[in-house]
């Protein structure tokens, strides 16, 4: 059994920056893609980011493109996503998860392991 545990989360001003991290342990991930997802309260929750197992591609939801970077050291069994010039609408808890396939994919029914979620709250 695969355990994902997101760290990083706090509150910050609009403007400022966060990064996440995911810790893997339990067993090893395997080749599946991975990526991470945002829940706002009272909204479904939604793709932010996603990466290959190798980290050589990624793909990303068009509300962060060109602010938030995702990545992965598989060396270290860990999940990274830098956000830079957050949003009041970038607030939310951040889920990392792991998906069943090998390409990177936006949908909820392909993940199957996630963490327990961090919160991210950015003031006006």
Excluded: H
């Amino acid at each position: 059994q695969v355990q994902l545990v997101e760290s990083g989360g706090g509150l910050v001003q609009a403007g400022g920056s966060l990064r996440l991290s995911c810790a893997a342990s339990g067993r090893t991930i395997s080749w599946n893609s991975m990526g991470w997802f945002r829940q706002a309260p009272g909204k479904e929750r939604e793709f932010v980011a996603g990466i290959t197992w190798s980290g050589d591609r990624t793909r990303y939801a068009d509300s962060v493109k060109g602010r938030f970077t995702i990545s992965r050291d598989n060396a270290k069994t860990t999940l990274n996503l830098q956000m830079n010039t957050l949003k009041p609408e970038d607030t939310a808890v951040y889920y990392c998860a792991r998906s069943t396939v090998v390409a990177i994919t936006t949908n909820l029914w392909e993940y199957d392991y996630w963490g327990r979620g961090t919160q991210v709250t950015v003031s006006s």
